[in-house]
């Protein structure tokens, strides 16, 4: 028999049983086949799920993977698909960095402060700072 236990797919891919389950219940994976009760999964689903963990890594939500991998036979989406969510996500770390450095530059400047207390520091006030575009 080819087919791997919960516990030994877990083990090949580096997660807990219990999150294989999760992803399952989210769609992410598919119903495994059976034999007496117990899962069994096909070799070919390591891939799928080392693909998965990929995404996880490189900054995509559960919810932004399944979308990503959703109606692809295969259990991978296409490269076009793919190149789609990454220009995506590159375009939301892009913001992320910028409000990083804004919100470091705003610290930085609190620290060379020269106010008696916080409440009259103008620092404080600093909601023009957090988001450029409503501002």
């Known amino acids: 028999m080819n087919d791997l236990s919960i516990g030994e797919l877990a083990e ?41 963990l990929f ?35 590159l375009l939301q770390i892009d913001k992320s960095i910028e409000q990083a450095i804004r919100t470091k530059q705003v610290l930085e400047r609190s620290l060379e402060c020269d106010c008696k207390q916080s409440g009259e520091c103008i620092v404080q006030d600093s909601s023009w700072w957090l988001d450029k575009e409503t501002h």
Do not use: C, M
Not at 33 to 42: A, F, V
Not at 59 to 87: C, K, T
């Open 12 to 52: 090949k891919v580096g997660l807990r049983a219990s999150a294989l389950r999760y992803y399952e219940r989210l769609g992410l994976l598919p119903t495994p086949g059976r034999i007496n009760g117990r899962r069994r999964y096909s070799r070919v689903i390591v891939p799928v799920i080392k693909g998965i």
């Open 55 to 89: 995404a996880r890594r490189v900054g995509f939500s559960l919810a932004e993977i399944h979308q990503l991998y959703q109606g692809y036979d295969q259990g991978f989406p296409s490269i076009d698909h793919w190149a789609e969510a990454a220009r995506e996500k």
